[in-house]
DNA sequence: CCAATGATGTCAGTGACTGTCATCAGGCTA
DNA sequence: TAGCCTGATGACAGTCACTGACATCATTGG
C-alpha cells in the first residue's frame, strides 16, 4: 500500500509544522534546530537537508506564491496596461491570504517578533518582485517601466497587507489593496 | 597633545576600513571576523563591541543617509505635495552618492557579490522607507499616503542606484532618479 | 538476489556571536 | 599624591548555526 517504510512520510511537512509550533511556544531565538527536528523525529543535520537555515522554514510557501503572481500577469488581457496586470495579480494573490486566515495572522505574528524574520520576509518580497517585473517583461513591458511597477505593486500589497493583519475585524484584503492602490495613484499623481 | 594613550585612536574606523579591503580581497564569506580584527590592531571581541555582526561595519553609513533624507523633507517648501517632498529627498540624496563615486561604485560590488550582504541592504532601505514616511506625516501628510509615497520613493532611488551603477559613463544620478519618478508616475497613471 | 539510489543518522569540525572577568589608561576627588 | 571611578580593551570559555564526510538501510529495478 503505502510506502510505511523505514522512514515517517512527509519529513518536510513535520519539521515546518515543529518549527512553527516552537517558534510560537518560545519564541525564534529561544529554539534551537536540534530542538524542532527532534520534535519532528528527525536530526539536526535532517533539518539543513531540507531548508537552508533557520529561517527558510517559515517561508517555504512563498515559492508558489510567487507562481500565481506570475500566472495572474500572464492571464491578463492582452489589453491590459501594466499597472493593471500588476493590480490583478497582487488582488489574486490577496484572496489567496484571505483562505489562509487564521493561519497567516499567526505566521506573521511569528515573523513580527524577530528582527532576523523580518529581514528575510523582505528577500521573499524581493524576489516577489524581481518576478512580477520579469511576468511584465514577458508582456512586452520595457525598463525600468516594468521594474518599477513591479516595485510599487509589491509595495501596495506590503502596506495593504499590514492594514489587514492589524485589523481586527474581518476586512477584506483584496479590498484594502484596491484602496492602498488607487491611494497610491492618487499620491503619485502628484496631488 | 593627542590621546595617544594606550589604544590607537579611531578603533571603529580602522575596523571598517579593514573590513572593507578584505571583503574586497578574498570576498565576504572568505573573511572572517578574527582576521578583520587583527588587520585593524584589535581582537575579534572588541570587533562585536562595536558592530552588531559581520554585516554592519558595511552599513555604518546607512544612518547619516537617513538624516539626509529626513531634512530634505523637513526642508522642503510646505506647499510641496507629498510626493514632490520625497522627490526633493531622494534626488538630495542621489548628489551625496555623485560626490562619493568610485568609493560607492567599490562598496555596492561588494554587496552585490554576496547574498548576506544584499539582504542587510533590504533592511537598510526598509529603514529609510520607514524614517521618510515618518518625516512626510510630521509634515502632515495622512496614512496611508505617507507609507506609499515613501515605499515609491525607495523603490524609484533602488531602481535609479541601480541602473546609476551599471552605467560605464559617468551620468548623473539626480538626473536618472528624476527620470525613473516620470516613468513611475506614467506606469501609475494607467498608461 | 543483487546493485544502484535516496533519505537519513553519526561525527567531527568551523566560525559567528555572547557572557564574564581581568586589565589598564585617563580623569576626578579628597 | 593617593585612591577611585569610568571606559575601552583583552582573554577565555561557551553556545549554536551550519557544513563535509562517511556509514546505514529501505526501496526500486534488474
Given at each position: 500500500?503505502?510506502?510505511?517504510?523505514?522512514?515517517?512520510?512527509?519529513?518536510?511537512?513535520?519539521?515546518?509544522?515543529?518549527?512553527?509550533?516552537?517558534?510560537?511556544?518560545?519564541?525564534?531565538?529561544?529554539?534551537?534546530?536540534?530542538?524542532?527536528?527532534?520534535?519532528?523525529?528527525?536530526?539536526?543535520?535532517?533539518?539543513?537537508?531540507?531548508?537552508?537555515?533557520?529561517?527558510?522554514?517559515?517561508?517555504?510557501?512563498?515559492?508558489?506564491?510567487?507562481?500565481?503572481l506570475?500566472?495572474?500577469?500572464?492571464?491578463?488581457?492582452?489589453?491590459?496596461?501594466?499597472?493593471?496586470?500588476t493590480?490583478?495579480a497582487i488582488?489574486?494573490?490577496?484572496?489567496?491570504?484571505?483562505?489562509?486566515?487564521?493561519?497567516?495572522?499567526?505566521?506573521?505574528?511569528?515573523?513580527?517578533?524577530?528582527?532576523?524574520?523580518?529581514?528575510?520576509?523582505?528577500?521573499?518580497l524581493a524576489t516577489l518582485s524581481a518576478a512580477l517585473a520579469?511576468?511584465?517583461?514577458?508582456?512586452?513591458?520595457?525598463?525600468?517601466?516594468?521594474?518599477?511597477a513591479a516595485e510599487a505593486g509589491i509595495a501596495v500589497f506590503k502596506i495593504?497587507f499590514?492594514?489587514?493583519?492589524?485589523?481586527?475585524?474581518?476586512?477584506?484584503?483584496?479590498?484594502?489593496?484596491?484602496?492602498?492602490?488607487?491611494?497610491?495613484?492618487?499620491?503619485?499623481?502628484?496631488?
Amino acid at each position: 500500500m503505502q510506502g510505511m517504510g523505514r522512514w515517517e512520510p512527509n519529513a518536510r511537512g513535520r519539521l515546518e509544522q515543529a518549527a512553527l509550533e516552537l517558534y510560537l511556544e518560545r519564541g525564534f531565538e529561544q529554539t534551537t534546530v536540534a530542538e524542532i527536528a527532534k520534535r519532528a523525529g528527525l536530526t539536526e543535520r535532517t533539518f539543513f537537508r531540507h531548508f537552508a537555515d533557520k529561517r527558510e522554514v517559515l517561508f517555504w510557501g512563498s515559492g508558489t506564491l510567487q507562481e500565481h503572481l506570475v500566472n495572474a500577469v500572464a492571464d491578463a488581457p492582452e489589453s491590459a496596461a501594466p499597472m493593471d496586470a500588476t493590480a490583478a495579480a497582487i488582488e489574486s494573490v490577496g484572496a489567496l491570504f484571505q483562505e489562509r486566515g487564521e493561519n497567516a495572522r499567526r505566521r506573521q505574528a511569528v515573523i513580527a517578533a524577530n528582527a532576523e524574520l523580518r529581514e528575510r520576509e523582505l528577500v521573499k518580497l524581493a524576489t516577489l518582485s524581481a518576478a512580477l517585473a520579469e511576468a511584465l517583461r514577458r508582456r512586452g513591458v520595457a525598463e525600468p517601466a516594468a521594474s518599477l511597477a513591479a516595485e510599487a505593486g509589491i509595495a501596495v500589497f506590503k502596506i495593504a497587507f499590514g492594514r489587514w493583519i492589524s485589523e481586527t475585524g474581518g476586512a477584506d484584503l483584496s479590498s484594502i489593496i484596491r484602496e492602498s492602490l488607487d491611494e497610491l495613484k492618487a499620491v503619485t499623481a502628484g496631488r
